[in-house]
């Protein structure tokens, strides 16, 4: 078999036949062997039968997802090649042999159809979709994995099988898009688009896919796939902050091109600061407990840290945090309990017990989940 396509199916009884009707269509002059697969996700209407009719193999997949149906597909495919797209009449089918052309002659890994790239039919495409959640969901790819590419969010791609099968593909969702493409290029593989386009949808009821859940499904993915951009921003914030805070003890408010500065509320907003670094490096570090990238050599001490050096810094923070209390309430008494002018010396204090605070107690955190992981 030299590829098999492989429709996602969900009650498309309005379209799966058109769909199947169109493909065969587009490749009766073919001299190479196919298979159509439907992979349903547990459809309620006349789909499986209208696909069984048209000599396409049906494939029942029970965990639900856009990405579970596709994945159901790959397992049951015969072909060195699986292509796939949805089965709602909008992608070009046309294109299919031009596709799987490609892929071969240049022997990629996959071979995506740009929608972007191609012609857009009027309604075709929300425009949040197209010019907000695309462009920026594909700017984001290219920029943190090297890629090169137009339209992330293509639901029409040729994939080589064995390629497929190496690159671990965990989402069942949406999401499953993004991950196909980080995963292919952070296993370095061939990646090349072709012009395409898109139509509108032919179905008379609403798309499954939902707006902003799908779109944060995706930036979450994204995100999970390159903890560093939390890891190295994080870190920077804690380390330059807590030296601003020391400068700003040691000098006072001081005026620097005609701007005050290291009053209040400079050392306020450094403390916003030092403790947004914490949670994002913490956020990061978390994430390399699943994930497979190396982190930077201080964040692979304190995710290996021993459990005792763990306690101990516990305890002392909780000591410290102790002993400031028990200073200002001091010379609180010490003064009868009248106005304290502590403000600018508090800060700076305040500024490490809370950023060492959200460091050992996310640390608590991150070890905690690294048991239960095992």
């Known amino acids: 078999m030299d590829f098999s396509f492989v429709f996602p199916c969900l009650n498309e009884e309005e379209t799966v036949g058109q769909c199947i009707n169109a493909l065969k269509d587009s490749l009766c002059k073919a001299s190479f062997e196919y ?95 197209r010019f907000l959640g695309t462009p920026v969901l594909t700017f984001l790819i290219n920029i943190l994995f090297g890629g090169k590419l137009s339209d992330c969010n293509s639901g029409f791609r040729c994939v080589r099988k064995s390629s497929f099968e190496k690159w671990n593909i965990r989402a069942n969702g949406m999401e499953f898009a993004s991950e196909l493409l980080i995963k292919a290029l952070k296993n370095k593989s061939r990646i090349e688009e072709i012009k395409s386009g898109l139509r509108r949808d032919l179905r008379s009821r609403p798309p499954h896919l939902k707006t902003w859940r799908d779109g944060m499904r995706h930036l979450l993915f994204i995100l999970s796939e390159k903890p560093q951009i939390m890891e190295y921003p994080g870190l920077f914030l804690i380390i330059a902050t807590s030296v601003l805070q020391i400068a700003a003890l040691l000098t006072g408010p001081s005026s620097f091109l005609k701007l005050n500065i290291f009053d209040y509320h ?29 982190p930077l050599r201080l964040t692979k001490r304190l995710i290996n840290m021993d459990e005792a050096q763990l306690f101990f810094i516990l305890i002392s923070n909780f000591t410290a945090c102790a002993a400031v209390i028990s200073w200002v309430l001091f010379i609180w008494v010490e003064r009868n309990f009248g106005n304290l002018n502590l403000i600018n010396p508090f800060l700076v204090v305040l ?24």
């Open 35 to 129: 298979e159509v697969i439907v992979a349903d996700n547990g459809s309620s209407d006349r789909s499986v039968e209208i696909a069984r009719a048209l000599g396409a193999v049906i494939v029942s997949v029970s965990e639900k997802g856009y990405g579970a149906a596709i994945k159901g597909g790959f397992l049951a495919a015969k072909g060195k090649y699986v292509i796939f797209a949805d089965a709602d009449g909008s992608y070009r089918l046309e294109d299919t042999l031009k596709l799987y052309d490609v892929a071969v002659k240049s022997d990629d890994d996959m071979t995506i159809a740009s929608r972007l790239n191609g012609t857009v039919e009027k309604g075709a495409m929300p425009f949040l979709h």
């Open 266 to 294: 400079s050392h306020a907003l450094l403390l916003l600061g030092g403790c947004i670094g914490a949670q994002l490096y913490l956020l990061g570090s978390s994430i390399y407990l699943v994930g497979t990238d190396e």
């Open 351 to 374: 500024h490490f017990i809370c950023v060492v605070g959200f460091l050992s107690i996310g640390l608590l955190g991150l070890h905690i989940l690294k048991k239960a992981m095992k």
